[in-house]
């Protein structure tokens, strides 16, 4: 196993996550000053994007949710009964009982970094579902991570809801697409498929309002990166200096958030100084969108062979079917 007896979170003497700090120094010391996107779930992180799923602007969870629904039989079709899904990221209460109730699967194996949350749907999920074994697994999916040996026997299903790989760089969702190969099993033999969800191209005003709401709850996802740095990492940046945007950049396909600086600014983080001009940005996030065959080569340059696609009603958003 890759995943045994490893420290997941690296503290520090005085309780900080070197990482954290390493990723948010780095970030502010380039030119184009970014923090990874990935550390804006901490607790209220987390609580502010559940608010975001429900907001009218922001489409995905809903238009994925309806493709789930709509779409059990041809999934249950496809993929057969008696898989372990195997899901990367510690899934949701309202997608993953969708998948299971469709496939009838022997076994479910929610992978997350953070045994809290996984706990918490593990939990969840074995009421819905008395008997499916559910074996979750405390690891950094971004590598191969080493199954329980109860699930080795059985075939496998990744699902990946979400457009979490939007999330990534597309040289960063490559590597992730080859270690979810390697960690279902792709590498020894077996023909693993891989559900996952991935966010459409589409007109410019309707991404930027879903990643710009008009009561303000992505703005103040945003800004608790900048509480939780200044809380965590002993920062001074001035919050009310600082402004929630979102743009469609075209060439890149993808939304950007970013933290813009209404005044010229100064600060520490962890005792490092920096500034920022008017104007200037951090950039926060990226969230790639996709058109068909954009989808396709991604998933083909991961190692993942696209076998079929389904869209909610107002074609926002694409679900695939991949097989390895
Ligand atoms: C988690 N991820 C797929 C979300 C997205 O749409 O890119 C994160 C998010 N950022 C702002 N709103 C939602």
Partial sequence: NTNSGIALV????????????????????QRQKAVP????????GSRLFERITQL?????????TEILEARSDAFAELVGPGRAVVEFGSGSSVKTPLLLKAIDPAAYVPLDI?????RMSAAALAKNFPDLPVYPVEADFMRRVGLPQEVEP???LGFFPGSTIGNMVPRTAVDLLRSMRATLGADDGESPLLLIGMDMVKDHRVLQAAYADAEGVT???????????NRELGGTIPAESLEHKAIWNDKLARVEMHLVATRDIAFAVSGEEFSMRSGE???TENSHKFTRRS?????????????????????RFSVILARA
């Fill in 10 to 29: 690296d503290l520090d003497e005085d309780g900080v996550d070197r990482a954290f700090r390493a990723d948010v120094l780095k970030g502010l010391r």
């Fill in 37 to 44: 996107a990935r550390w804006f779930y901490d607790e209220e």
């Fill in 56 to 64: 009218d602007e922001y489409y995905p969870t809903r238009a994925e």
């Fill in 114 to 118: 953070s045994g809290d949350f996984l």
């Fill in 154 to 156: 059985l075939k496998k």
């Fill in 219 to 229: 703005g103040a996802f945003n800004m608790n990166l900048v509480a939780r740095i």
């Fill in 281 to 283: 940005t951090i950039h």
């Fill in 295 to 315: 989808a396709n080569l991604l998933l083909l340059a991961g190692g993942w062979t696209p076998v079929k696609r389904w869209l909610d009603h107002e074609k």
